[in-house]
């Protein structure tokens, strides 16, 4: 059920562009011939009925270190540029999470083997098919483990304050927009650390300090 609700989702939001894209390049062929992951919603009933409550779910509450962790994105901070008279504004940044079931994925060295087999990474090429199956299976582990809908989770901003993101919806992932003030410069890194650290296996989300001159964000 929730295979075919995810390739309804996908036909609807499909522009004339994807459609003639994943025409051109076969990528249907390609897809037929992943091996199947199995869904991403093994999860209580009353869980998997109220991820579609989004924000509002009467479920939501911390992450839990014990059994779930969360994944922290890197991103780009920017400063708007106010309409009039045209002055740059505080720095913000869209911080994105997405939430997991710890230990629930699958045994995916088929899947990152087959995939390898794909791109054209060949067998007995010693580190350079090691290395290119050990960043497969990072990549794919997200497709592999269980969601866990409804959390959130409080990271400390750059200036030391705690933020909290989520609850994450269906898909157990969130967005926020979050303002950032004005004291950091052009070029500069930051991290965004979980206020529990051991939430985060993947680490903290860099933020990258980027002025509005010669910069574009593809997303």
Sequence with gaps: MQRAFDRARQLLEETRGDRRTRTNEGFQTTERGLPRLGSPFDIPLTQNISSYLGSINPFAGPIDPKTESVWLF??????????????????????????????TGRDVSKVVADIADKVGLKRGEGDVRERGEKTIAERLQPFVDVVAPARWVE?????????????G???????????????????EIARVDAVKEEVTPHGPMEVGF??????????
Excluded: N
């Excluded at 309409?83 to 079931?101: C, D, G, I, L, T």
């Excluded at 269906?170 to 052009?186: F, K, M």
């Excluded at 980027?210 to 997303?219: F, R």
């Design 74 to 103: 890197d991103t780009t901070a920017y400063r708007p540029i106010h309409p009039y008279p045209h002055s740059q504004q505080p720095w913000q940044a869209e911080f994105r999470a997405a939430f997991f079931k710890k230990g």
């Design 155 to 167: 990271v400390k901003l750059p200036d030391g304050k705690v933020r909290k993101l989520g609850p």
């Design 169 to 187: 919806g269906r898909s157990a992932t969130c967005q926020h927009t979050v303002a950032l003030g004005s004291q950091h410069r052009d070029g």
């Design 210 to 219: 980027a002025e509005p001159e010669g910069w574009m964000v593809i997303s």
